[in-house]
């Protein structure tokens, strides 16, 4: 029978991509790791991994392997989720990634309910982006991940991790400038009758833009939606941080494509404007890794978010 710790070490490899890195996460050092991987080839009988340059890869048997050790730890966490369900109150710590924005409006509001419903329950918070923490949730640095998808850019889903939705959070043109008079039921600007988003945005074509990074979701998006209105922005700001973006705008340098989190509650300050309807609004979801969805850790976080977002 093949060690289940080699197994996972293997695992761990192929998630991580190095050596290094898998003895980093791990507290392990680098001949450490080779070590048992070498004892693992051993057991198995056949090479498992194979020089490419100064890195590794898994062999095709490697990944046979993988794929097994994959389907065995996902029984375990059913078994860790059936375990902590017989018990009658939620303890251990709880590992959630979260994107700035629901980090900022959903996540506070979900922590106190989950504080007045299961105090000995440890949360842990790490604000990151979807495209590093959803691969670290594979890698089991993390129990949940609060991730974004933006329109006519869907995620990949792997068939480990289970998603599930969480709201739906619309996407507006912010505009350098006066604030509007907002709806007195959401804070929001209205639409007039004869509003023409597309036209808005062409009106901005000559304006500096912050977007967020290249390679982000979120930028590939802006970049489709300004382009279908015919124009390429002039992106002189680049960040992640949405705040950062609020702020551009409202001292009148730059114009932004903003969610309707950013306000988390509060009046806009900057003046907003529909987008196309194909274009009005990102998804936003939670995701956990196969097998752990059972949890009640988990079903209860889900739960608190899910009234946080109606608050």
């Known amino acids: 029978m093949f060690d289940l710790h080699r197994l996972r070490l293997l695992r761990e490899l192929k998630h991580r991509g190095t050596l290094a890195a898998v003895a980093a996460a791990l507290s392990y050092s680098p001949s450490s790791v080779s070590q048992q991987l070498s004892q693992l080839e051993a057991e198995v009988g056949v090479p498992l991994l194979e020089p490419v340059g100064r890195r590794v890869r898994l062999t095709e048997q490697a990944e046979i392997l993988v794929a097994h050790t994959e389907a065995v730890l996902e029984r375990l966490e059913r078994a860790e989720a059936d375990i902590a369900t017989s018990l009658t109150d939620l303890t251990g710590t709880l590992r959630i990634a979260s994107f700035q ?14 504080r007045d419903a299961y105090p000995r329950l440890r949360v842990h918070v790490t604000q990151n982006e979807p495209e590093k923490s959803l691969p670290a949730l594979l890698a089991r640095d993390f129990d949940l991940v609060i991730a974004e998808e933006y329109p006519g850019n869907p995620n990949p889903r792997p068939a480990e991790v289970e998603q599930e939705d969480l709201l739906e959070d619309p996407l507006r043109l912010a505009r350098p400038g006066p604030t509007a008079a907002g709806s007195p039921q959401s804070g929001l600007p209205q639409p007039g009758p004869t509003d023409d988003p597309l036209a808005a945005l062409r009106s901005l074509a000559d304006h500096p833009w912050v977007m967020e990074p290249e390679g982000t979701a979120a930028r590939h998006w802006a970049m489709t939606l ?11 700001f680049e960040s992640t941080d949405l705040l950062l973006h609020l702020r551009l705008v409202e001292q009148g340098h730059a114009a932004a494509l903003l969610p309707d989190l950013v306000w988390g509650g509060r009046a806009p300050t900057v003046p907003l404007r529909l987008l196309p309807r194909s274009h009005a609004s990102r998804r936003l979801f939670t995701a956990v890794r196969r097998g752990r969805s059972r949890h009640p850790a988990l079903q209860a976080c889900r739960q608190a978010l899910h009234r946080a977002s109606l608050s």
């Open 101 to 114: 924005t629901a980090a900022l409006a959903l996540v506070p509001g979900a922590l106190t309910l989950l």
């Open 226 to 236: 300004c382009r279908s209105a015919g124009f390429e922005p002039d992106v002189r």
